[in-house]
């Protein structure tokens, strides 16, 4: 947990194999501040379930904070969202991966994700995690959650040619992929793994890609604390210039200052003033 009074993070992995192909963590935040933040693309959906405040989402058209985001999902994208959060928050968040749109629940996902309610997702599940019971002092029961959870997914369950995709991509190539590359090892044409990228996650090949490729290593970076840029390279970047160029193109800071920015042992959300 942060020591920050504050601000408060407990993090954890799950455990269950199973759910590991479809969760890549879980966090609960603990805020008790008004706070401004952002979240740095990742290649994640995520699902929020609030047990006390709010949080607001910037709306770039309107030029202001709008209410709604409570207890909802947020797709995977390639900009950084914006958030408010009014003097306190305290949630869950599910950091799922991209083989979550495997799923039957989230099948429309990205025509109509504003729409889906995590609860009725979750069911029954819902209010035993809003409870918080999976919280002890400050750790999490993992266990719990994945056996909360992995009884939500079987219920779920649907055979679609995205997990084949997203499992390719994580297994054979974690650093960054090639269109011709992917295609050859799902054994199709590069045309049609465009087509499914596209359709699938709304990303070009090309930026589904640059995100895993640079989530991958800032939570390396952030988790071992030596923020060597030069560790980079065993990433798939060419040199340290390379990573700072994609860094100011996916964040809009330096690597100094996107670092300076993750006040919380997370890789991707930073604070604004």
Known sequence: MDKS??????ESHPLDPYVQLFIDRYQYYDFNETTFI???????????????????????TDQCFEDG???????AGNRISFFKINKKL??????????????????????????LSVKEFLGAECEKLRSMEFLNNQSMDTSLLDSLLSNV?????????????????????????????LSDKMHTSSKTIERNIKNYFSLSPGELSRIIRFSNTTQHLKGN???????????????????????????????????SRLRLPTNDIIFES
Do not use: M
Request: with cysteine.
């Open 5 to 10: 009074d504050s601000l408060k993070l407990i």
């Open 225 to 259: 604390g030596s923020l060597r840029l030069s560790e980079a390279l065993s990433f798939g970047f060419y040199d340290q210039s390379h990573f700072i160029r994609e860094c100011r193109k996916i964040t809009g800071y330096s690597p100094t200052e996107f670092f």
């Open 69 to 75: 985001f409570n207890d909802s999902f947020y797709p």
């Open 153 to 181: 997914i079987r219920r779920n369950e649907e055979e679609h040619h995205i997990l084949k995709i997203i499992q390719c991509i994580e297994h054979e190539f974690p650093n960054g992929f090639k269109v011709d590359e």
């Open 90 to 115: 305290r949630c869950l968040n599910i950091k799922w991966k991209l083989t979550a749109l495997s799923l039957s629940f989230l099948k429309n996902f990205l025509t109509d994700w504003q729409s």
């Open 38 to 60: 952002k979240a740095v693309p990742n290649g994640k959906i995520e699902s929020w379930i609030i047990n006390e405040g709010e949080c607001q989402l910037w709306n770039e």
